[in-house]
């Protein structure tokens, strides 16, 4: 398994602003993972964080919103910018060690965040 | 275009009977399944797993049953405990390697 360090694990913030997540890993990982669970809503796949370069976004995100940085094998972080009510949510950090497809993945324990 | 569909939000279940939470799919292209168990404030963890290769994959207490023909599955949990309480995550994945996940399903198991 993976031991996943994700912070803050919790935040309340103004609309407008911008909160950045960290996440950490015990050890180096193939492939990083930010995923965002609305209220009452499944895992949304954000974007796959790529060491060394841009990020990957899926349909419906983009990095001006949600800019990613990756800058080893061990960390990212996920910056939710100019922040409005809809995007309170739990996001999460998650990986897989390596690249094999279905290898499965390791959460960390998620960031609950408010936007009042 | 929900690929992966939990459509019970919820499941009340007395303790040492049977628990059965469902999941349906719609991509024909998925070969590999997944469950998580999500416990609040925690992120989900991985609980297991069945390649579109089988139809039932057992695990202590858990199992879980693929009908392909169907695009469905299903996780039994028996005995059920209180511990077992949480929200449980469907997740599908195909030859991209992503995790399309399930709205999931609240499980409640009394003493």
């Known amino acids: 398994s993976a031991v996943i360090s994700q912070k803050p694990s919790r935040d309340i913030c103004q609309r407008g602003t911008s909160l950045t997540i960290q996440c950490q890993v015990d050890s180096q990982v193939t492939m990083m993972f930010w995923y965002r669970q609305q209220p009452g809503q499944s895992l949304t796949l954000i974007a796959t964080?790529?060491?060394?370069?841009?990020?990957?976004?899926e349909s419906g995100f983009v990095i001006d919103k949600f800019p990613i940085s990756r800058p080893n094998l061990t960390f990212s972080t996920l910056t939710v910018s100019n922040m409005s009510p809809e995007d309170s949510s739990i996001y999460l950090c998650s990986v897989r060690r390596d690249i094999a497809t279905n290898e499965k993945l390791f959460f960390g324990s998620g960031t609950q965040l408010s936007v009042l | 275009d929900q690929q992966v569909k939990q459509n019970s939000p919820s499941l009340s279940v007395q303790e040492g009977r049977i628990s059965i939470l469902n999941c349906d799919y719609t991509n024909s292209m998925f070969d590999y399944f997944l469950w998580y168990k999500k416990y609040p404030a925690e992120g989900p963890t991985f609980l297991i797993s069945i390649s579109s290769i089988k139809d039932k994959n057992e695990d202590g207490r858990f199992t879980v049953f693929l009908n392909k023909s169907a695009k469905h599955l299903s996780l039994h949990i028996v005995p059920s405990q209180p511990g077992d309480s949480a929200v449980y995550f469907c997740a599908a994945s195909g030859n991209t390697g992503k995790l399309i996940f399930g709205q999931g399903t609240t499980l409640q198991v009394k003493p």
């Open positions: 964080a790529n060491q060394g370069s841009e990020a990957t976004y």
